[in-house]
């Protein structure tokens, strides 16, 4: 049922595509072909405007793709090549997002550390 509406109905809505995975995570709901299309739709995005839905997909994403403590180890690595696309496109590419958050850590960075960095960005940045 899902899989049958999902362009109609996730595809080009982002706030249901994020609001769904939050709660299938939640319910700890974990089938491979949903799990598989909530992480080919988000790094197929053109863009996401707000860096906590950002943080928010990540972390789903990342914890999708380790197994969830032991809950979904059948879908291990499933997300790996889709995380990959989803930083080059809305990380690597984004100065501000960078700066703000540290994805490799999948945390936001610290008053102290913006304080730290703001040596690091250029004028033109």
């Given at each position: 049922m899902i899989?049958?509406?999902?362009?109609d109905e996730v595809v080009y809505n982002q706030r249901v595509l994020f609001d769904?995975?939050?709660?299938?995570h939640h319910i700890e709901w974990f089938d491979k072909d949903v799990w598989?299309?909530?992480?080919?739709?988000?790094?197929?995005?053109?863009r996401i405007n707000n860096t906590h839905d950002f943080d928010l997909i990540l972390r789903l994403m990342t914890d999708i793709n380790t197994g969830c403590?032991?809950?979904?180890?059948?879908?291990?690595g499933i997300a790996t090549?889709?995380?990959?696309?989803?930083?080059?496109?809305?990380?690597?590419?984004?100065?501000?997002?960078?700066?703000?958050y540290d994805a490799e850590n999948r945390?936001?960075?610290?008053?102290?550390?913006?304080?730290?960095?703001?040596?690091?960005?250029?004028?033109?940045?």
């Open positions: 899989v049958d509406r999902w362009k769904l995975a939050t709660e299938l598989t299309l909530i992480c080919k739709t988000t790094s197929e995005k053109s403590n032991g809950k979904c180890k059948h879908l291990k090549k889709f995380i990959e696309t989803f930083l080059k496109k809305h990380y690597n590419e984004n100065v501000d997002r960078k700066w703000r945390r936001w960075r610290s008053l102290q550390e913006l304080i730290d960095r703001r040596e690091e960005t250029g004028q033109n940045d």
